[in-house]
């Protein structure tokens, strides 16, 4: 399983961004997906999570960034659109997927990323 996150990138206070993570084959159903970022000096944390197309459609968001980020699935590609960005949402933010349960968020629980891409929101 190969994945590749892109779409960031430097950005001011409240402006937004959309990240992209493919290829989400169609191979993948019985997968959850997610999306996790890490600041520096900081563990990974799990920012939003979709469970698998054969489970229970449940869906996962971290309390810092609910109303603001919004995670989407769309054929073979999954998004993650960010409103209203903060300087504190500036991480390396990463796309993962594996067969967890439901939307479960936990990083160790994902076996399969992708490389980075950077996001940095300052003034």
């Known amino acids: 399983v190969q994945l590749q996150a892109s779409g960031g990138g430097s950005v001011q206070p409240g402006r937004s961004l959309r990240l992209s993570c493919a290829p989400y084959r169609p191979g993948l159903d019985y997968y959850a997906i997610g999306w996790f970022r890490q600041a520096p000096g900081k563990e990974r944390e799990g920012v939003s999570c979709i469970s698998s197309s054969s489970s229970d459609g449940s869906t996962y968001v971290v309390d810092s960034v609910k109303g603001r980020f919004t995670m989407s699935r769309d054929k073979n590609t999954v998004y993650l659109q960010m409103n209203n960005l903060k300087p504190e949402d500036t991480a390396v933010y990463y796309c993962?997927?594996?067969?967890?349960?439901?939307?479960?968020?936990?990083?160790?629980?994902?076996?399969?990323w992708g490389q980075g891409t950077q996001v940095t929101v300052s003034s």
């Open positions: 993962a997927t594996d067969a967890v349960v439901g939307s479960s968020c936990p990083p160790y629980t994902y076996r399969y």
